[in-house]
């Protein structure tokens, strides 16, 4: 049986702030940020977007690319680490917003940015087992990056959702989970506890957990699935946190398959990856697969046919190194979409303007009920402690 993920939407904030604006309001050379880190631009989500309204819009845009009705999907599982409620999860409101068909499997996924590749697995295996019966799987990533205000992680926000229509003779990219090599282990390199709305990180001991998971995986993976080498495949998507930490990855993959200079072929096999990433930083669930997308958009070499690989990091931690195939058509498929142009429609923040957005969302989950007009999925606010949205009026 070829699974496999059939079609993808994207959801960014409608805003933005150039981190050149950020080094400088900070005191810090703007190189740091762009070179050193590899991102010039992060989505900021104003008040009226959170995690369910870019789960909606990306989920939409996933059904309409590819013509799936609400009634196919038979599981939506969405995976993210900014839940906006202790029980009811996002994925629910996902279902109503989107009309998704009563007879379906509904639930959230949570392990830090894995969430996403959890759900991505499941749906494969679901799929595989026979238990979907023709049904699709719609798998959302969705998450808002929020550290605090001046710490060292303020670089590294951003915001944004990638929904994945997962199905049975995918048009875009072939999985077999079987195709795949994982690594768990119990750390605190970056954990958002109950009581605050910031991540806290101990940055650069995260950073060492993610290559020493990406090992792990890695080598798991050449134990089962022998003879298939990181460097054979033509292209490499890898959670990006920040561009520079895909380039350190790659810098370890390569080491490991005895390759002695590894940076020479990083603008082949990942530049394509880093386009889009580039300009909206970190969003947790969706990163790999903003960066999946990004390499099917942006890269000028035919991959019809060709082998990926692919690799998901969730901090505290769990990680997975996977391969798929380009399915032939895969690249218009996506370009067709017109990520960029999303990307270039955002609004640019100044520097107050972002503290001013930054310091709303902090009583985001206590905002009382605004009306707006209905042009979009967007979040009115909490009316007897529920949450309430609204849909774009068709
Ligand atoms: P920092 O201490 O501010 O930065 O924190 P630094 O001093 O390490 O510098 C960063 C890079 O900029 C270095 O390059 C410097 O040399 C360079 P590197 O040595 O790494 O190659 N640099 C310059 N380059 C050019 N011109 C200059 C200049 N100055 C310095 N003038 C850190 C950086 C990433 C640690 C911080 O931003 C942070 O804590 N971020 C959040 C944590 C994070 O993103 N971790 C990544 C791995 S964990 C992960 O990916 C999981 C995660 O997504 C969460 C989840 O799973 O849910 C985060």
């Known amino acids: 049986m070829r699974t496999g993920i059939d079609g993808l939407g994207l959801a960014v904030p409608s805003l933005c702030i150039d981190l050149e604006t950020l080094a400088k309001a900070r005191g810090v050379a703007p190189a740091k940020y762009l070179d050193g880190l590899g991102t010039w631009r992060m989505g900021i989500a104003p008040i009226d977007e959170d995690t369910v309204t870019l789960a909606a819009r990306a989920g939409h845009m996933a059904l309409e690319s ?46 830090a940015c894995y969430g996403g590749t959890a759900g991505l697995m499941m749906a494969l295996d679901w799929i595989r087992s026979g238990s979907a019966r023709g049904k699709k799987a719609l798998v959302v990533c969705s998450d808002i990056a929020r550290y605090g205000l001046k710490t060292a992680g303020e670089p590294t926000q951003g915001a944004g959702a990638v929904a994945l229509v997962v199905s049975e003779n995918p048009r875009l990219v072939e ?9 768990a282990i119990d750390v605190h390199d970056f954990w958002r506890p109950l009581y605050s709305k910031d991540a806290h990180v101990d940055g650069h001991y995260s950073v060492q957990c993610y290559l020493d998971a990406l090992s792990g995986a890695y080598r798991h993976f050449q134990q089962l699935v022998p003879g298939v080498r990181a460097s054979d495949c033509a292209a490499l998507a890898y959670h990006v946190p920040y561009g520079k930490m895909a380039r350190k990855a790659h810098r370890q993959v390569r080491a490991m398959d005895g390759d002695e200079n590894p940076d020479a072929s ?5 530049g394509a990856s880093l386009v889009l990433p580039a300009q909206v930083g970190n969003i947790y669930t969706g990163s790999l697969y ?65 503290e001013q957005v930054m310091k709303a969302r902090e009583e985001l989950d206590v905002r ?18 529920r949450r309430t949205y609204v849909s774009p009026e068709a």
């Open 66 to 111: 590819t013509g799936t009705k609400e009634d196919d999907i038979g599981l939506l599982i969405v995976g993210t680490e900014t839940a906006v409620d202790h029980s009811k999860p996002v994925a629910s409101f996902v279902q109503g917003l989107l009309g998704i068909g009563r007879n379906c499997r509904v639930f959230e996924t949570k392990h």
């Open 175 to 183: 999985l077999d989970p079987s195709q795949s090599g994982q690594y």
């Open 266 to 270: 990083f603008d082949v096999q990942v």
């Open 290 to 354: 903003l960066a999946l997308a990004s390499l099917l958009a942006t890269s000028v070499k035919n991959l019809d046919g060709q082998q990926l690989g692919l690799f998901s990091y969730g901090s505290g931690s769990c990680a997975e190194f996977f391969v798929g195939t380009v399915v032939p058509g895969a690249q218009e498929r996506v370009h067709a979409l017109g990520l960029q142009a999303m990307l270039d429609r955002r609004r640019v923040l100044s520097f107050d303007e972002y």
């Open 368 to 385: 009382p009920v605004e009306q707006a007009v209905a042009d979009d999925f967007r979040f009115l606010g909490v009316d007897s402690h």
